[in-house]
Antibody, heavy 126, light 110 residues
Framework: QVQLQESGPGLVKPSETLSLTCAVS?????????WGWIRQPPGKGLEWIGS???????YYNPSLKSRVTISVDTSKNQFSLKLSSVTAADTAVYYC???????????????????WGQGTLVTVSS | QSVLTQPPSVSAAPGQKVTISCSGS????????VSWYQQLPGTAPKLLIY???KRPSGIPDRFSGSKSGTSATLGITGLQTGDEADYYC???????????FGTGIKVTVL
């Protein structure tokens, strides 16, 4: 059974960098799939932040791209999110998830997310 | 705001059928696969439908998906109290180069 578990600080100060890690069990990241981060502000909808392939190829939401870095550590079977210069608008529940993609010469298109972590609330406040 | 539009809410009695629409454009739904997610209160989203109309193992056949042009539909038959949740559509947007989710719809079982 594939399981994902987010970890990281629940409180981050404005202008600082939010850092989260997602530990994966039951499946080796190096076997494939696209490992991603999705967030949900309190009472609002879902927003895709970005995804990474085990090779290190990354795909970011253009609206967040300038502030986001996603990395993978296959030796620890985990991947991480860094979001810089955070503001109160970045307060949200952050989910990690396993994703599938359709890949051809022209582009890589994410198809969907089949396994999700339970989510972790990150509050941006001084 | 999202490029995928869903009605904000729908309600029906137990045992009834509901259909949930997701409206997009040729850059997203029109040319990419659609997935549907169920989010029960206080929990993480759960994949219900992928590749427009396929159900992952363990998802009952009361849930069905379809796509026509730039719109997609999720159907739920034999509505149960346990189906009360928020439902989101999702797909790739080729113009934005981003995975996008719908605005979400709250399903209430009367």
């Amino acid at each position: 059974q594939v399981q994902l578990q987010e970890s990281g600080p629940g409180l981050v100060k404005p202008s600082e960098t939010l850092s989260l890690t997602c530990a994966v069990s039951g499946y080796s990241i190096s076997r494939g799939y696209y490992w991603g981060w999705i967030r949900q502000p309190p009472g609002k909808g879902l927003e895709w932040i970005g995804s990474i392939y085990h090779s290190g190829s990354t795909y970011y939401n253009p609206s967040l791209k300038s502030r986001v870095t996603i990395s993978v550590d296959t030796s620890k079977n985990q991947f991480s999110l860094k979001l810089s210069s955070v503001t109160a608008a970045d307060t949200a529940v952050y989910y990690c998830a396993r994703g599938s993609a359709s890949v051809n010469i022209a582009a890589t298109r994410l198809i969907g997310f089949d396994y999700w972590g339970q989510g972790t609330l990150v509050t941006v406040s001084s | 705001q999202s490029v995928l539009t869903q009605p904000p809410s729908v309600s029906a009695a137990p045992g009834q059928k509901v259909t949930i629409s997701c409206s997009g454009s040729s850059s997203n739904i029109g040319n990419n696969y659609v997935s549907w997610y169920q989010q029960l209160p206080g929990t993480a989203p759960k994949l219900l439908i992928y590749d427009n109309n396929k159900r992952p193992s363990g998802i009952p056949d009361r849930f069905s998906g379809s796509k026509s042009g730039t719109s997609a539909t999720l159907g739920i038959t034999g509505l149960q109290t346990g189906d009360e949740a928020d439902y989101y559509c999702g797909t790739w947007d080729s113009s934005l180069s981003a995975y996008v989710f719908g605005t979400g719809i709250k399903v209430t079982v009367l």
